[in-house]
């Protein structure tokens, strides 16, 4: 999707653990999410892909004193694995961003900044002949045939008959009734602004494009890119439908401007030229969707918010597995435990709910 932040991470702050008993599996995580930056890297390398690619690592920040212990934990975590990082505080951490919100920050290597819209562009215009592309043709149902004679997809202008089908559908699976008791969407929205004028940049010291992730769960994203625009990312929500109208994206857009302003007081006025929805899923354990679903039904999935490497290693893989090719990654994707069963609705969505309150009200010196 071209709705994401363009993070290409390996590491995952919020789903670090720090004991010994567990080292092991976030190892196996790490590697797997290795993996997907490597896949995107070669991909990107062999196709030519112009998508602003900076492998300058990415940086996990905090304003608030009490999350500092957390960012030290985990690079305490980070050098057991003996993963290239480094503590950010003071002027140099200020120096970096360009702001003085954040009062420590740790940087790590394995970070990778793009533009998803020109990657997943770049791979549309590279697919290979014997693969065809309908856009504007939404699935509106499908149907399994019988055993052998595979699924037929019912979409506006026609009907698509296979033999195999793959399902990477990602945050819809369970609206697609695929996983539905073991996976579930996430809402999120994201505002950029307009190229800074030279004044502008010149204002918060021209720093180098960065990306931060915020040391609290919920707590915001920020990039500033390549072509000198800052993007804000700031709001996680249980959205009833796929998109959100023009009064919804105003209201999440006025958060956007007030986690801007916060950041950066010196850049007057809304800069903001773009705000958008996305979706994410998520599973109750951090767990991927990587599984033949029944004979000839193959489905990938439920990234937990890390989908850029993992969604084009999953794609890749998932056809390799339905077309009895078994390679070594998929074998590192199977180490990986599967989603647990999660408690049926309405539970669920009080649940959800109730958690996104607490981590709200968690965050709020993070947004």
């Given at each position: 999707?071209?709705?994401?932040?363009?993070?290409?991470?390996?590491?995952?702050?919020?789903?670090?653990?720090?004991?010994?008993?567990?080292?092991?599996?976030?190892?196996?995580?790490?590697?797997?999410?290795?993996?997907?930056?490597?896949?995107?890297?070669?991909?990107?390398?062999?196709?030519?892909?112009?998508?602003?690619?900076?492998?300058?690592?990415?940086?996990?920040?905090?304003a608030v004193k009490d999350h500092e212990k957390k960012l030290?934990?985990?690079?305490?975590?980070?050098?057991?694995?003996?993963?290239?990082?480094?503590?950010?505080?003071?002027?140099?951490?200020?120096?970096?961003?360009?702001?003085?919100?954040?009062?420590?920050?740790?940087?790590?290597?394995?970070?990778?900044?793009?533009?998803?819209?020109?990657?997943?562009?770049?791979?549309?215009?590279?697919?290979?002949?014997?693969?065809?592309?309908?856009?504007?043709?939404?699935?509106?149902?499908?149907?399994?045939?019988?055993?052998?004679?595979?699924?037929?997809?019912?979409?506006?202008?026609?009907?698509?008959?296979?033999?195999?089908?793959?399902?990477?559908?990602?945050?819809?699976?369970?609206?697609?009734?695929?996983?539905?008791?073991?996976?579930?969407?996430?809402?999120?929205?994201?505002?950029?602004?307009?190229?800074?004028?030279?004044?502008?940049?010149?204002?918060?010291?021209?720093?180098?494009?960065?990306?931060?992730?915020?040391?609290?769960?919920?707590?915001?994203?920020?990039?500033?890119?390549?072509?000198r625009r800052i993007l804000m990312r700031n709001t996680v929500?249980?959205?009833?439908?796929?998109?959100?109208?023009?009064?919804?994206?105003?209201?999440?857009?006025?958060?956007h401007l007030e986690g801007l302003k916060r950041r950066f007081?010196?850049?007057?006025?809304?800069?903001?030229?773009?705000?958008?929805?996305?979706?994410?899923?998520?599973?109750?354990?951090?767990?991927?969707?990587?599984?033949?679903?029944?004979?000839?039904?193959?489905?990938?999935?439920?990234?937990?918010?890390?989908?850029?490497?993992?969604?084009?290693?999953?794609?890749?893989?998932?056809?390799?597995?339905?077309?009895?090719?078994?390679?070594?990654?998929?074998?590192?994707?199977?180490?990986?435990?599967?989603?647990?069963?999660?408690?049926?609705?309405?539970?669920?969505?009080?649940?959800?709910?109730?958690?996104?309150?607490?981590?709200?009200?968690?965050?709020?010196?993070?947004?």
């Amino acid at each position: 999707s071209a709705r994401n932040s363009g993070f290409l991470v390996d590491s995952i702050l919020n789903e670090g653990h720090f004991s010994a008993s567990n080292l092991e599996e976030y190892r196996k995580k790490y590697d797997i999410k290795h993996a997907g930056v490597e896949a995107v890297q070669r991909l990107v390398a062999e196709l030519d892909i112009d998508c602003d690619l900076e492998a300058n690592g990415k940086i996990h920040a905090t304003a608030v004193k009490d999350h500092e212990k957390k960012l030290l934990n985990f690079s305490k975590l980070l050098s057991e694995l003996e993963l290239k990082h480094k503590i950010l505080e003071g002027e140099e951490l200020h120096q970096r961003l360009g702001s003085s919100y954040y009062c420590m920050g740790l940087w790590t290597e394995g970070g990778i900044l793009l533009q998803p819209a020109k990657l997943a562009r770049g791979m549309v215009e590279n697919l290979p002949e014997q693969v065809e592309l309908y856009e504007n043709a939404p699935v509106l149902n499908w149907r399994k045939r019988s055993h052998t004679e595979g699924y037929q997809l019912y979409t506006p202008s026609g009907q698509v008959t296979c033999q195999k089908l793959i399902v990477t559908v990602n945050s819809f699976m369970a609206s697609c009734g695929v996983k539905s008791n073991r996976t579930f969407p996430l809402t999120l929205t994201a505002s950029m602004t307009r190229p800074l004028t030279e004044k502008e940049d010149e204002s918060i010291g021209r720093p180098a494009p960065w990306g931060v992730l915020s040391a609290q769960s919920m707590g915001a994203t920020v990039r500033l890119t390549k072509d000198r625009r800052i993007l804000m990312r700031n709001t996680v929500e249980a959205w009833p439908a796929i998109n959100m109208k023009f009064t919804d994206l105003k209201t999440r857009k006025a958060k956007h401007l007030e986690g801007l302003k916060r950041r950066f007081p010196r850049l007057g006025g809304d800069l903001f030229e773009s705000t958008w929805s996305g979706t994410i899923c998520i599973s109750g354990n951090n767990a991927h969707v990587f599984t033949e679903v029944e004979y000839g039904m193959y489905a990938a999935g439920c990234y937990n918010a890390s989908g850029i490497g993992l969604a084009v290693l999953f794609g890749t893989e998932i056809a390799n597995l339905a077309s009895g090719n078994m390679t070594d990654s998929i074998a590192l994707i199977q180490t990986n435990s599967k989603p647990m069963l999660l408690p049926p609705q309405p539970f669920l969505r009080w649940g959800v709910g109730l958690r996104l309150l607490r981590d709200r009200f968690l965050a709020r010196h993070e947004q």
